[in-house]
């Protein structure tokens, strides 16, 4: 059973950045691919974007040249750099994990969820 914990959400003006973090334990980070997805309130969990446990990654197009996704496996660590902040940004962050040798981009493929964290962007 694999433990996610993310952090770092948190209120920023537009335009500005901020980086997620989710922390894994419980399991062989190394052997899962990781995915962050975020929900906005009265909408679906949607993908953002994926990282494989090789180091590829795949984004959502609204996060493609905004968000990068990378991880650090001696910290069982997966990270979301999110860079040029809009208000349609606002949503709860989730990161998510599943073994595997591939890039995962849909909620169905994952087995392990975290709690999620707030992130909320001002106009």
Request: charge should be positive; include cysteine.
């Amino acid at each position: 059973q694999v433990q996610l914990v993310e952090s770092g959400g948190q209120l920023v003006q537009a335009g500005g950045s901020l980086r997620l973090s989710c922390a894994a334990s419980g399991g062989i980070f190394s052997s899962y691919g990781m995915g962050w997805f975020r929900q906005a309130p009265g909408k679906e969990r949607e993908f953002v974007g994926a990282i494989s446990r090789s180091g590829n990654t795949y984004y959502a197009d609204s996060a493609k040249g905004r968000f990068t996704i990378s991880r650090d496996n001696a910290k069982n660590t997966v990270f979301l750099q999110m860079t040029s902040l809009k208000p349609e940004d606002t949503a709860v962050y989730y990161c998510a994990a599943r073994q595997g040798i591939a890039v995962y981009t849909t909620t169905k493929q994952y087995d392990f969820w975290g709690q999620g964290t707030q992130v909320t962007v001002s106009s």
